[in-house]
């Protein structure tokens, strides 16, 4: 069988004009572009949302840091905050001459570079700020505050490789289990599950994957008046007798770099963004939105990089403890054998929604950054060919993610509720370790 990948936008980062200049301020839409580059990437290698979310932490840190590195004014430092997450020090004459704006945008292109698997693409965009310093006559400048980043990143991407991430291919294989109520591969590429041992990852604020329990998932139950039946008749209600609007919303938060569609022998894959990386991307149009400083700017997209980080690995935790049946294995079995989702189900366990938890998190972190009313028009989703869609508050957007995977045929009532309900935990953790910020 042939696997063809299908690249269904053209990723701009390779040709897209870099407007810094050495003599112009370097601002808030600079940084917001680097990690657009940064994003384009992560889709371009159909990096899975787990992944995505530690590299946003990491890159998002990095860049805060480098920045209050040169200045140091009214500044509260991640370092000592985060978990094991050392104290850096740099030599003096190089953050007295490097330029922090410059840096912090070098830095989500060096960190770029060095985390991701084609992260040798964006070098072409340090070459290009290299050329335009050198053009201006400011050449030293750019070579120090390049030296500036390089020797913090010396002692961060130490603290990166610690984390555990390294070690997680030498951890024992995934088998699902055989009894009825647990997770099976779905169709069409019946794809092994994805990263069974992300929570052994290090958390950045939380004390432990383990630090917020859900409620157990609805016990697999044939019987018609069990809860687990009822959930499951909902699901296959909704996709049957599905609206506009609820085919508009399940698209929109898809957000499944994984999807496949086989015509005949052959698969053809398509890449789409992370559930992360759409946040991180709402997080950057509320940051211009709101005329924010590039220190502010860096701040937001740090703070919500740390949350959906965190997020994920409790999520994941949970995902594996329960090992819970999707839908899709579910409604075949004992509904209707020709059934299928709107969405095409996710390589992971059913129980809690990821997008639940990932979603209330970065709402719960951006409305005490910006407040209950922050009213945006998100339009993360239209490089991959979906319309705007407008919300009054990040609950809002955050509470129609959820519900998109219900409308979507992906997940069950009590695994998005309870999803909601731990992404809410992680926020509030974010929000009570890293006050200071808020």
């Known amino acids: 069988m042939y696997f063809i990948k299908i690249i269904l936008i053209c990723l701009l980062f390779l040709s897209s004009n870099t407007r810094l200049s050495a003599k112009n301020i370097i601002g808030s839409k600079d940084y917001i572009l ?30 805060y840091e480098i920045y209050h590195t040169v200045n140091q004014k009214e500044y509260s ?82 603290y990166v490789r610690k984390d555990g991430f390294t070690k997680l291919n030498n951890l024992p294989r995934y088998t699902p289990k055989k009894d009825l109520g647990f997770w099976q591969p779905t169709a069409p590429a019946f794809m092994q599950a994805l990263e069974p041992h992300w929570n052994k990852l290090r958390t950045f604020v939380i004390d432990s994957a383990q630090s917020f329990k859900v409620i157990p998932p609805a016990l697999y139950d044939t019987s018609k ?61 509320v940051a211009l ?81 910006f407040g209950e009313h922050e009213s945006f028009v998100d339009d993360t989703e239209t490089l991959f060919g979906l319309p705007i869609r407008k919300f009054q508050s990040f609950h809002q957007a955050a509470r129609e993610a959820s519900l998109s995977r219900l409308y979507g045929g992906i997940h069950f009532r009590d695994g998005i509720e309870q999803g909601i309900w731990l992404g809410e935990q992680v926020g509030k953790k974010v929000i009570t370790k890293l006050q200071p910020h808020f």
């Not at 020090?89 to 912090?104: E, Q, R, T, W």
């Not at 499944?256 to 022998?265: A, D």
């Open 34 to 63: 680097a990690l657009q580059k940064a994003t384009n990437i992560m889709v371009n290698d159909v990096t899975s949302p787990v992944a995505a979310s530690r590299y946003y932490a990491y890159i998002t840190i990095a860049a």
């Open 77 to 158: 430092s991640y370092q000592t905050v985060l978990n094991e997450f050392p104290t850096i020090v740099i030599a003096d004459f190089l953050s007295k001459k490097a330029d922090k704006n410059l840096a912090s945008i070098l830095m989500v292109y060096r960190c770029s570079e060095i985390l991701l698997p084609s992260g040798y693409l964006i070098k072409k965009e340090i070459d290009s700020i290299k050329n335009i310093f050198a053009n201006e006559g400011d050449q030293f400048i750019f070579n120090i505050t390049l030296e500036l980043v390089n020797n913090y990143l010396n002692n961060f991407i130490l």
């Open 225 to 285: 008046q069990s809860s687990f039946y009822q959930q499951m008749e909902e699901v296959y209600d909704f996709v049957n007798k599905k609206n506009k609007e609820q085919i508009a919303i399940a698209s929109f938060w898809d957000c499944n770099p994984f999807i496949v569609t086989q015509i005949g022998h052959v698969e053809f894959g398509t890449k789409k963004i992370s559930p992360g990386g759409h946040w991180i991307g709402i997080t950057g149009i």
């Open 289 to 369: 939105q709101n005329n924010l400083s590039l220190a502010k700017t860096l701040e937001i997209h740090s703070l919500v990089g740390i949350g959906i980080a965190d997020s994920f690995i409790a999520c994941w935790d949970e995902k594996y403890r329960s090992q819970r049946i999707r839908p899709e294995t579910a409604i075949q079995k004992l509904i209707n054998p020709r059934w299928s989702p709107l969405l095409q189900t996710p390589p992971f366990p059913e129980y809690v929604s990821g997008h639940s938890v990932v979603s209330s998190t970065a709402a719960l972190i951006l409305t005490q950054y």
